[in-house]
């Protein structure tokens, strides 16, 4: 079991920016592909960015690539979504998620093991 928590979502105005943190539980984090996911009200949920077990390897959203970056701190047991420029059309539920398989297809949620409980990030025009 790997208990996710994530922390730092709120609301901003347009053009804001927002950091989000995902702590983790345990003593295996470092073995997990970290991924970062929204959900937006009747919309699915989406891939945003990912990481590496390493930190080595990040991913993107084209949606978001520019302004979100993604980090990790494995002594610490966390990963960060700095967001910056934020826009009405991020606003939506945030999920942090672990995943332990050997894929590098970081972007399908049906691969992730753990999920977080998500934090809201609501952005004003």
């Known amino acids: 079991q790997v208990p996710l928590v994530e922390s730092g979502g709120g609301l901003v105005q347009a053009g804001g920016s927002l950091r989000l943190s995902c702590a983790a539980s345990?003593?295996?984090?470092?073995?997990?592909?970290m991924g970062w996911f929204r959900q937006a009200p009747g919309k699915e949920r989406e891939f945003v960015s990912a990481?590496?077990?390493?930190?080595?390897?990040?991913y993107y959203a084209d949606s978001v690539k520019g302004r979100f970056t993604i980090s990790r701190d494995n002594a610490n047991n966390t990963v960060s979504l700095q967001m910056n420029s934020l826009k009405p059309e991020d606003t939506a539920a945030y999920y942090c998620?672990?995943?332990?398989?050997?894929?590098?297809?970081?972007?399908?949620?049906?691969?992730?093991?753990?999920w977080g409980q998500g934090t809201q990030v609501t952005v004003s025009s």
């Open positions: 998620a672990a995943k332990s398989g050997a894929s590098l297809n970081y972007r399908n949620d049906r691969l992730y093991d753990y």
């Open positions: 345990g003593r295996t984090f470092s073995r997990y592909g």
């Open positions: 990481i590496s077990w390493s930190g080595g390897t990040t």
